[in-house]
């Protein structure tokens, strides 16, 4: 039966680039995770009676907050829940089953790509009935609830078994219980030529997928091998675990190492692919490539009508700020619009709701459409195979035909990560300061800090990034991470534009040297930070 339970207000609670996320011990404290739901069910009206989508990424703490997430709806009045079998959903099929069933909202448990285990992190982030992460507005409403809370509303009950499909009723409520992959698989075959995929997989192309531990493992396997045909064995750690089998499910170059020595020093297979945490994130490696993400951007949106779910064409590209500008070079060709956003996928569903974009990309190898409103780690791999399947080359030519086309976006991202928080502050305020004295050094034509006015809801978000940007078109971007749990992680994302294709085979960080040193010598970074050089580069 329903009951009240008296809390009192946690610090800290304010949602950040991707919900609320902190290490699972800040999670364990007791009333902690119910304070934030139960703020998140206050900031929200009219939910009565309506449907919640429930799901997360498996990580350890998932099988408990998914219980409990559940109990507080049915005590809150929602009407059904649809939750994922054993409490399982990636973030774009958790957005998918918003809105195919018309829900009010869905709730999602992820730290996305931050480690897991007991000593990992978790996170609590909401979803609107679009499908897509709630905007600030909504944010800043729940964290203002986080402040003053005094009670929570849950059911007394036992566990539910979410181990099988079906429905049950639960104090009043209906709970579903669904196959996290079956909906996303079919909406997939929707949006790709899946007999045109097979016919290049029996041609003999081979590809390796790694789940890094991590939620696309049941995604993967049921779409690459079962339905797709690929050989028993593509999908690497394709099993979900607690803490992801010791992986730091973040797929770049330094986390998903195993993956990119196969394709780039032993060349064993034709593509390479991984996804994150969640299932949002994607790696694109091709037999000696690496894509980075802002190119996979470009190159899908330049490719994407080959894909039948997009054969229509394309309505406007959108990205993040710090990702680089080869997208817009591709929308200038079309005759389309290139929206620049600040970092997080929240910024993106507007644009999508209204049909202004139909493809967003962030750098940080995020790719999505307007399918959903999250970005999406497998849609982002299905369209680079239905891409290579139509144009019957290979990744690298793909990727070299494209710079031939439209320039080479050298690009790079250096992050300087768990470095003091008030030093980073400093460094930030330091760098703020010197903005107006900045123009005219170095060939820096404007420095300014990032602010971004909505164009369809018309609100503004200022303070997204210092920008350095140079007369040639290159830029340094910097801006403190929103992501992480341990003191601060300072990003510095370099990009230079090369016309001549004479000279798009450099090494990219030999082809930005200069703007790397010039990026820690602006900002100061030894002084403030102590560190000499990054600890991950992207
Ligand atoms: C990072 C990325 C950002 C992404 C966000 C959520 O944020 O830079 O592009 O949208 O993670 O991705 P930040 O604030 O740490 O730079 V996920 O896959 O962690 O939900
Ligand atoms: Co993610």
Known sequence: MAEIVSTKPFDGQRPGTSGLRKKVTVFQQPHYAENFIQSIFDSLE????????????GRY?????????????????????????????STPAASHLIR???????????????????????????????????????TEEIFSHTKTISAYKTINSADVDLN?????????????????????????????DFNLIRALIKSGFTMKFDGMGAITGPYAHRILEDMLGFAKGTVMNGVPLPDFGGHHPDPNLVHAKDLCDMLLVQKAYDFGAASD??????????????????????????????????????????????????????????GLRCYETPTGWKFFG???????????????????????????????????????????????????EHWKEFGRNYYTRHDYEEVDLDSANALMKNLRDQLPALVGQHGIHKADDFAYDDPVDGSRTTGQGVRLLFENGSRIIYRLSGTGTAGATLRVYMEKYEANPQRHEMETQHALFDLILMSRDCAKIEKYTGRKAPTVIT
């Open 46 to 57: 009219g939910f009565a009676g309506k449907t919640l989508v429930i799901g997360g990424d």
């Open 350 to 400: 507007n644009l999508l709701d209204a049909n202004m974009a139909t493809v967003c990309g962030e750098e940080s190898f995020g790719t999505g459409s307007n399918h959903v409103r999250e970005k999406d780690g497998l849609w982002a791999v299905l369209m680079w195979l239905n891409i290579l399947a139509s144009r019957k080359l290979s990744v690298a030519t793909i990727v070299t």
């Open 277 to 334: 945490g969640d299932g949002d994130r994607n790696l694109i490696v091709g037999k000696n490539i690496y894509v980075t993400p802002s190119d996979s951007l470009a190159i899908i949106a330049a490719n994407m009508h080959l894909a039948p779910g997009y054969k229509g064409g394309i309505t406007g590209i959108a990205r993040s700020m710090p990702t680089s500008g080869a997208a817009d070079r591709v929308a200038a060709k079309m």
């Open 100 to 138: 195919k069933n018309e829900a009010f909202g869905g709730i999602i448990l992820s730290a996305s790509h931050n480690p897991g285990g007991p000593d990992g992190d978790f996170g609590i982030k909401y979803n609107g009935s679009n499908g897509g992460p709630a905007p600030e507005k909504i």
């Open 164 to 192: 099988a499909v079906g429905t049950i009723q639960i104090a009043g409520m209906t709970l579903e219980v669904v196959d996290p992959v079956t909906d996303y698989a079919a909406l997939m075959q929707t949006l790709f």
């Open 61 to 89: 703490y998932n099988r408990e907050v998914v219980q409990t997430a559940i109990r507080m709806a049915a005590a809150n009045g929602f009407g059904r829940v649809i939750v994922g079998q054993n409490g399982l959903l």
